[in-house]
């Protein structure tokens, strides 16, 4: 598991810091900050790394707890799972060529979509205007899933190809074969997925006379198929 504190260089390094200060929770006495994402600890070995582009693209995942403030989110629409301070998720992480960061994200989307599919969640995928991305990102895609009892959709993963913007930051370069200048690679992550808000759409779009129906995907993991009423 990567760590679950980081410095301000490894938030400053994948853009975290300035722009989310607000968000993150900072252990002032050590000058530590809980992380927000796998994102930032997993892109952060590669500081200072020079890869021969014979070995990307790099593929990372991690599963780790995720720590935000939600700073300024109020009112009924963010409460119980929908919202939280500390919530599970699984992060994927690619460092690739400029030249295939793109075919890399498509990649991406799909990998997150087939999971969406095989839940057997409504869902939906945005492509986010100029305005509603991150200043690090230069694409994103978010993905939604309808939670049937709140009726509203709800953010339960978002892609993003980031360039050269974090390698830029990071010194994290790449040298093809046969020159002795590296280049800026690209980064890329997703997540994959964020927990709560997957869990409670699973409790409210499958509800039955008879109970909360699991999907088919997830019966070998939880041992059981339904959820019964309480008598």
Same mark, same amino acid.
Not at 1 to 7: D, I, R, T
Not at 161 to 171: G, P, T, W
């Given at each position: ?81 929908? $919202? *939280?301070?500390?919530? !599970? ?14 075919? =890399? #994200? &498509? ?63 990071? $010194? *994290?370069?790449?040298? !093809? ?14 997540? =994959? #997925? &964020? ?37």
């Amino acid at each position: 598991m990567p760590p679950l504190m980081v410095n301000e260089d490894s938030g400053y390094g994948t853009g975290q810091l300035p722009d989310k200060d607000a968000q993150m929770y900072h252990i002032t006495l050590d000058n530590f900050y809980l992380i927000p994402t796998a994102e930032v600890p997993v892109t952060n070995i590669y500081r200072d790394v020079i890869l021969e582009s014979k070995d990307l693209p790099v593929k990372n995942t991690a599963y780790t707890p995720c720590f935000r403030r939600e700073a300024g989110s109020y009112g009924k629409d963010v409460r119980g799972l929908n $919202r *939280l301070h500390q919530f !599970d998720k699984v992060e994927i992480v690619q460092i690739q060529h400029p030249e295939k960061s793109y075919d =890399s #994200l &498509a990649e991406m989307v799909l990998h997150v979509e087939s999971l969406v599919m095989k839940l057997g969640l409504p869902y939906r995928i945005v492509r986010l205007c100029g305005g509603d991305m991150s200043f690090t990102s230069s694409l994103t895609f978010d993905f939604e899933v309808f939670a049937g009892a709140q009726k509203r959709w709800l953010e339960v993963s978002s892609v993003s190809n980031f360039e050269s913007f974090q390698a830029n930051r990071l $010194r *994290l370069r790449f040298r !093809d074969e046969g020159s002795k200048k590296p280049a800026l690679a690209h980064t890329l992550n997703g997540s =994959s #997925l &964020a927990l709560p808000r997957i869990v409670a759409a699973l409790l409210e779009n499958n509800q039955t006379p008879e109970g909360i129906i699991m999907p088919e995907a997830l019966v070998p993991y939880t041992g059981f198929r339904i959820i019964q009423k309480a008598r």
